[in-house]
């Protein structure tokens, strides 16, 4: 992909999301771009205008001309081959770093940190007469199941590399995963 045009990016940001890495990226890559907010609804879920973007209505969302792009992994994908000019195209070392945290931001580390805030979560939803059993259930459930599982992600990203020392590209994602992400609740671990 070459980057003749210039850009004309829409970012659409959703509060205590995922969308936070993006904004991160698109600082990084020093290109401009429209910043739209948007803010959770009371049961924190994306607002309707969301939906009208993506049939999932989930941030992050970004539009660049005729593009409409989602999936914070391919956003970072799409934006660092079409505007970063070289700056975060991993080194050959990295290659294998970069295409490993690529998809498993998303594909291993999110779905586990997702129970957790949900496991979480649940009590507060409940009956009041049900919530200390809830309560008590859900916490053993995250005690046995969860939190062994978040402590092996804790030492994988703690890791310089799953490979090799990975560099730009490879580095940013690794910052990236290891920044918690950011989807909700902050501080998980
Ligand atoms: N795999 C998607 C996940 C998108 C996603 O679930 N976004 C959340 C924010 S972190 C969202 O929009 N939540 C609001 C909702 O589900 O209503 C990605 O990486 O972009």
Known sequence: MSHKQQPQIT??????????????????????????KYDRGP?????????????????PVLTDGDITLSESGAIVVYLIK??????????????VD??????YAEGSLMPILTQ??????????????????LKWIFRQVLKEMVDPEL????????????????????DFL???SRSKASCGRQGVW
């Open 82 to 95: 079409r505007y970063g000019s070289g700056r975060f195209d991993p080194t050959e070392a990295g290659e």
């Open 116 to 133: 957790s805030i949900i496991y979480a979560a649940i009590s507060s939803m409940a009956p009041w007469f049900l919530r200390p059993l």
């Open 174 to 176: 690794n910052r990236i």
């Open 43 to 59: 049961k924190f879920r994306s607002p309707p205008e969301l939906e009208r973007l993506t049939p999932l209505g989930k941030a």
């Open 11 to 36: 970012f659409h940001h959703l509060n205590d999301s995922r969308s936070q890495r993006i904004l991160w990226l698109l600082e990084e890559l020093e290109v401009p771009y429209e910043l739209k």
């Open 151 to 170: 402590a092996k992600h804790k030492s994988l990203v703690s890791q310089p590399s799953v490979t090799v020392i990975p560099q730009s590209k490879g």
């Open 98 to 103: 970069d295409i490993y945290f690529t998809h």
